[in-house]
């Protein structure tokens, strides 16, 4: 192939830089963007999958975070698309956020999230609105 015809590099299409240092499809860093306050419940978008959980882009935020499969739900998940699909909007929970600083000194976060500690929009059929702490 023509080195002009080649795809650009996952971490290059994607506009920013990958999440562990790895270059790999496994996670992502947002740069120049302010982090959700931790504790905080807040409003996402499912994003995608990986093995290990799903990333949650946040509406308020330009960042995308990290649900591990055990964050998920209560119960055991054995397939995420049992409990989520892409494109779902979830109410998620903040764990942490961890602020890295790259060479020309910009921050970049690392954002660990829950779901099953944030209630969910109609969770129970009663057209209950989502989005209050459950582990306060």
Not at 5 to 21: C, K, M
Not at 23 to 29: D, W
Not at 60 to 87: C, K, N, T, W, Y
């Amino acid at each position: 192939a023509n080195k002009a015809q080649r795809r650009p590099r996952r971490s290059q299409d994607r506009g920013g830089s990958t999440y562990g240092g790895g270059g790999g499809p496994a996670s992502r860093l947002v740069t120049n963007c302010r982090a959700p306050p931790v504790n905080s419940v807040q409003r996402g978008c499912v994003d995608r999958f990986v093995s290990y959980g799903c990333f949650v882009q946040l509406q308020d935020f330009r960042v995308s975070g990290l649900v591990h499969v055990s964050q998920l739900s209560r119960r055991r998940v054995a397939r995420m698309e049992d409990v989520v699909r892409i494109g779902d909007d979830v109410w998620v929970k903040v764990l942490s956020v961890d602020e890295e600083r790259d060479r020309q000194g910009r921050g970049r976060y690392r954002v660990r999230l829950s779901r099953k500690f944030a209630t969910q929009d109609d969770e129970d059929g009663e057209g209950v609105r989502g989005g209050r702490d459950l582990d306060p």
